[in-house]
C-alpha cells in the first residue's frame, strides 16, 4: 500500500513538473503577451500571459519541435532535446521582415483584392475541413481601472471588492474558465461543458466567459458579437473596406503569408481596421490583428476594441483552425476608464467525433459538478497559461478578502455605514440592509414617484417594502404596501402584494395583491406617466384617460416546460368613472383647444363617463411558446438564450365574470406572434402581430374592448413596434374581431453605404409597415421611411421617421421622433 501512494505521489509530481516555461520577449527585451506556443505538429499548445510567460505542458521527456508564433513577428521554431523537467526555454521575436515583390509593385491590379476574392470564394471549402469537431477551451477574463471614482450619485463606490490600491487603481475583474466544446457546421450547433471555473473573491465562481460568445468567426458575412460588423472577407466587404498587399513572408512550413492592410471606406461603417494575414494557394485566414471603436458598433462608452487572432495549420484536415485569441477593450463612462483583456486558448482539436443524435440538445450549456469549487493546485495543473505576479496577488487578497468579507462582524459594519439616514432619504428614499441574512427594508421617496394629471392633480407616491433572499437559487419572498394621493381629487389610494419565487431554474412566482389604483382605460397603457406630464403641463394636452379599480388579485407564472412558460390570474374588482378636477397647467388654458374631459369616448363631454360603476371578476390564463428555444444551465440558475429561428408565440383566454349587468361579462381569444431576424449584413427585421376575438359581441365596458395603442406624441417613448405613429389613442377599439401587425426592417449600412456622399453621414435606412384590422371599421394602414444612427462621434442616438397613414381614403403624415438605445 506505501508503494502504491509513494508511486501516485511521484506521478502527481513529475506531472507538475513535466513542463518547459520561460519568457518570450522582443529585440528591446520588451515582454510580449498573447503569443502562441505549441508543440509542432501536436494540438499541445498554450500562449503567454501579460508578462511574456509561459507554461507548456509536455507527456514526457525528449525531443520535440517548439513553435512560438506571434502577429507581426517572425515565427520561431526551436529543435530542444529535454532531459530533465522543469526545462527553461526564453525566446525573442525579431519583427517580421515583410516584403514586397516585384511584381506586386508593378502591377496595375491591386494584388490585395485579388488575394481578398480568393478568400472570398474559398471560405465553405476551408470551413468544410473543420465542419465538426470537438476541443479543450481556456478563457481568461481581466478588467482594471484607474483612478475609478469613490462615489457615484452620491452612492459610496466601496473598494471593488479589494484589488484597488491607495490611487484607487487595479483589478476588479479576474475570471478564468476551462470547458470542452462541440461544433457542428451543418446544421450549426454548439455546446459547451464547463470543467472548471472561477472568479476572483466570489464564492458561486461562475464567470461569463461563454465559448460560443466568445468565439469570433471571421469567415462569417457578420461578427454578431461585436453588433453584427462587417467581417474582412464578407461576401460584400469590397463595398465597405480598402485592401492593400504590404507584403509577404513565409511561416515555418513554407507557407507564403500574404499580409493585408484593412481600412474603412467610411469610418463610421460598422468595420474593423488592422491586418489580416491570409496564406497564399490554401487562401485561409493566417491571422488577424484589427481594432474597431464604439462609433462602429454603435457602444459609445466603448473607446476601442482590439482583436487578434492567431492560426495554425493542421495535418489531420489540411487546414488552418483558431489557436489563440485575445480582445482588447478601453472604455470609459461617468468618469469610470476600465480596460482590460479577454484571452482565449483552444487546444486537443477531435476532427471526427463520435457525435450522435443527443450530442446537441436546446441544453448549450452545462456544469460539472462542483466545476465552481476546484482548488488551487488543480488550477495550477489546468491553466494552460500562467498567472502575472499581479493575477497572482489578486486571488490571494480577495480569497483572503472573501472570507472575512462574508463574516457577520464585517457586514455588519458595512451596513452600519450605509444604513445611516440622511436628510435627502426623505425625498429620494432609504434602504436599510441587512447583509449578513440576506434581508432588506425600504422606504420609497416621493421625489421620482411624483406625477401629473387632470383628474387627480399633482399626485404623489411613497411606499415601504421588505425583502428577504432564503437561498441563492432564488427563493425569496418580498412584501409591500405603497399610498398614492392627488392633491386636486384629495384621494389617497393605498395597494398592497406579496410575492414569493421559488428558484432561478423554473422561476415560479405568486403574487397576491389588493388595493385601489387609477389604470387607463386601454390596459396596454399607450401613455406614459412622463409624456403625459409635459403635453399636460406645457401643452393643455391631457391625454391620459383613467378610471379607479378597487381590486383583489391573485397572479401565478412557471415555466413549466423548456420554451414554455404558464400564466394565470384571478382579479375582483370594483370599477368607478373619473372626472376632471384641475385645469392647471403652465400653458394659456385655451391652447390647443384647452384640456379635454376625461371620457374617451367624447372628449367633449366633461358630465357623462364612459362607464357606469360596476363589480366584475376577471380570469386571465395563458401560455408562452418558444420553439426550440436554446438555453445554459448554471449551477444556480437557468438562463434562457434568445435568437431562435422560429416566432415567439403567446396565446391567451380571458374570462369576465360576476357583474351584476350580464351583458358586461365576456369570453376573449387572444393571440401575439413575434421575431427578431438578424439578416447580417443587411441589418435587422422584426414583426409584432395580435389578434383578439370575442366569442360573443356584447356591450362590455370600454376598458375591456381590445384597443389599438396609438399616439399623438412628437417625441413619444412607447414601443415602436406595439403603437401606430399617427392613430389617436381611443379611436380604435372593438367587441368584436380585431388583428394589427407591425413589421420593420433596419437596414443598417446595406442601403445609405452605397451611396456616394450620403454615406458619410452613416445613417442607417428604416423601413416599416403597419395595419389595423378590425371587424367594425375600416382597416387602418401606416407606411414610414426613417433614419436611425443619427448623431455625433460616438453618440448616435437619435432616430427619425416620416409616417404616412391611411384611413377610409383619407391621408395623414407626419414625423416622429425616437432615442434608441445602444444594441438596438
Known amino acids: ?7 501516485l505521489l511521484l506521478f502527481t509530481i513529475t506531472t507538475n513538473l513535466a513542463q518547459i516555461k520561460g519568457t518570450i520577449t522582443n529585440t528591446k527585451g520588451e515582454p510580449l503577451s498573447s503569443v502562441s506556443i505549441y508543440v509542432d505538429k501536436t494540438n499541445n499548445g498554450t500562449t503567454s500571459n501579460n508578462n511574456g510567460a509561459y507554461i507548456l505542458e509536455l507527456p514526457q521527456k525528449g525531443r520535440f519541435t517548439i513553435i512560438f508564433q506571434f502577429l507581426g513577428y517572425e515565427t520561431v521554431k526551436k529543435e530542444v532535446n529535454i532531459t530533465s523537467f522543469p526545462f527553461e526555454l526564453n525566446v525573442k521575436l525579431k519583427e517580421e521582415n515583410v516584403v514586397l515583390d516585384e511584381i506586386s509593385i508593378s502591377s496595375k491590379d491591386n494584388p490585395a483584392n485579388a488575394i481578398i476574392r480568393n478568400v472570398i470564394d474559398n471560405k465553405e471549402k ?53 470547458s470542452n466544446i462541440s461544433f457542428q457546421k451543418k446544421p450549426k450547433k454548439f455546446k459547451e461543458n464547463i470543467v472548471a471555473s472561477k472568479v476572483s473573491g466570489q464564492d458561486n465562481g461562475v464567470s461569463f466567459n461563454r465559448a460560443e460568445d466568445s468565439s469570433i468567426d471571421l469567415y462569417a458575412n457578420s461578427i454578431e458579437i461585436f453588433n453584427n460588423l462587417i467581417s474582412p472577407i464578407s461576401t460584400n466587404a469590397f463595398s465597405y473596406y480598402k485592401y492593400k498587399l504590404e507584403g509577404t513572408f513565409y511561416d515555418t512550413n513554407g507557407k507564403l503569408i500574404n499580409k493585408i492592410k484593412l481600412t474603412p471606406k467610411r469610418k463610421g461603417d460598422r468595420v474593423f481596421e488592422g491586418f489580416i494575414y491570409i496564406v497564399e494557394d490554401d487562401w485561409a485566414v493566417y491571422g488577424a490583428d484589427v481594432t474597431t471603436t464604439g462609433t462602429q458598433i454603435n457602444i459609445p462608452i466603448v473607446n476601442s476594441l482590439t482583436l487578434k487572432q492567431n492560426y495554425k495549420y493542421s495535418n489531420k484536415i489540411d487546414g488552418w483552425v483558431l489557436r489563440t485569441q485575445t480582445i482588447d477593450f478601453d472604455i470609459e463612462f461617468f468618469g469610470f476608464k476600465p480596460n482590460g483583456k479577454f484571452s482565449y486558448v483552444y487546444s486537443e482539436y477531435d476532427f471526427n467525433p463520435d457525435f450522435n443524435e443527443n450530442t446537441f440538445t436546446n441544453e ?41 468579507r462574508k463574516s457577520k462582524k464585517y457586514l455588519d459594519s458595512i451596513d452600519a455605514k ?23 427594508f425600504s422606504y420609497n421617496g416621493p421625489l421620482l414617484r411624483t406625477s401629473f394629471n ?34 386636486s381629487d384629495e384621494r389617497v389610494r393605498p395597494t398592497f402584494y406579496f410575492t414569493k419565487k421559488w428558484n432561478n431554474f423554473s422561476r415560479p412566482r405568486l403574487t397576491v395583491s389588493a388595493g385601489v389604483t387609477t389604470p387607463q382605460f386601454n390596459g396596454r397603457e399607450p401613455i406614459t406617466k412622463l409624456n403625459n406630464l409635459f403635453s399636460s403641463l406645457l401643452d393643455c394636452l391631457n391625454y391620459l384617460k383613467i378610471y379607479e379599480k378597487q381590486f383583489a388579485r391573485v397572479r401565478y407564472s412557471e415555466e413549466i416546460k423548456n420554451g414554455i412558460y404558464f400564466s394565470s390570474s384571478l382579479e375582483f374588482a370594483k370599477r368607478k368613472p373619473l372626472f376632471n378636477t384641475t385645469n392647471y397647467s403652465f400653458a394659456p388654458q385655451d391652447k390647443n383647444g384647452g384640456y379635454t374631459s376625461n371620457n374617451p369616448l367624447d372628449p367633449t363631454d366633461f ?8 363589480n366584475i371578476a376577471t ?52 393571440a401575439n406572434l413575434r421575431q427578431n431576424l438578424n439578416a447580417g449584413n443587411y441589418g435587422k427585421f422584426e414583426y409584432n402581430m395580435r389578434g383578439g376575438l370575442f366569442l360573443k359581441k356584447k356591450n362590455i365596458a370600454f376598458m375591456d374592448k381590445l384597443q389599438a395603442n396609438g399616439n399623438q406624441l412628437l417625441f413619444p417613448l412607447d414601443n415602436q413596434l406595439t403603437s401606430f405613429g399617427l392613430l389617436e389613442y381611443y379611436k380604435f377599439y372593438t367587441n368584436d374581431k380585431y388583428a394589427e401587425a407591425h413589421a420593420q426592417h433596419n437596414f443598417k449600412g446595406a442601403v445609405l453605404g452605397k451611396i456616394p456622399l450620403l454615406n458619410k453621414l452613416n445613417f442607417h435606412l428604416i423601413g416599416g409597415v403597419k395595419g389595423l384590422f378590425m371587424a367594425d371599421k375600416k382597416p387602418y394602414t401606416e407606411y414610414s421611411v426613417g433614419l436611425d444612427n443619427i448623431g455625433f462621434g460616438k453618440w448616435r442616438l437619435l432616430r ?16 416622429l421622433f425616437r432615442l434608441n438605445l445602444p444594441f438596438n
Not at 408562452?624 to 396565446?651: A, C, D, M
Not at 427619425?800 to 414625423?815: I, L, P, T
Open 418 to 440: 450605509g444604513n445611516k439616514f440622511g436628510l435627502l432619504d426623505l425625498l429620494m428614499g432609504y434602504s436599510y440592509r441587512n447583509s449578513y441574512k440576506n434581508k432588506t
Open 126 to 178: 476551408n470551413t468544410d475541413k473543420y465542419a465538426n469537431y470537438t476541443a479543450k477551451f481556456y478563457s481568461r477574463g481581466l478588467t482594471k481601472i484607474n483612478n475609478a471614482p469613490e462615489s457615484f450619485l452620491g452612492e459610496n463606490l466601496g473598494d471593488f471588492g479589494g484589488g484597488l490600491d491607495s490611487t484607487r487603481s487595479g483589478i476588479i475583474y479576474l475570471s478564468e474558465t476551462f
Open 454 to 487: 387632470t383628474v387627480q392633480g399633482l399626485n404623489t407616491s411613497v411606499g415601504f417594502s421588505y425583502f428577504e433572499q432564503i437561498n441563492k437559487k432564488g427563493k425569496w419572498w418580498t412584501a409591500g404596501a405603497n399610498v398614492n394621493y392627488g392633491f
Open 800 to 815: 427619425v421617421d416620416y409616417v404616412r397613414s391611411n384611413y377610409g381614403g383619407v391621408a395623414k403624415d407626419g414625423f
Open 607 to 614: 358630465t357623462n363617463a364612459a362607464f357606469e360603476t360596476h
Open 364 to 404: 448549450v450549456l452545462t456544469f460539472e459538478k462542483n466545476a465552481t469549487e476546484k482548488e488551487a493546485e488543480y488550477w495550477k495543473k489546468l491553466r494552460p497559461v500562467p498567472l502575472t505576479k499581479e493575477e497572482i496577488k489578486d486571488y490571494s487578497i480577495k480569497d483572503s478578502i472573501k472570507t472575512v
Open 1 to 7: 500500500m506505501k508503494k502504491i501512494i509513494f508511486l
Open 619 to 670: 380570469l386571465n390564463v395563458g401560455a408562452t411558446f418558444v420553439i426550440g428555444q436554446k438555453y445554459l444551465s448554471y449551477p444556480n440558475r437557468k438562463e434562457n438564450v434568445g435568437g431562435s429561428k422560429f416566432p415567439r408565440i403567446h396565446v391567451a383566454y380571458t374570462k369576465r365574470f360576476g357583474a351584476s349587468n350580464t351583458q358586461l361579462n365576456s369570453d376573449l381569444f387572444s
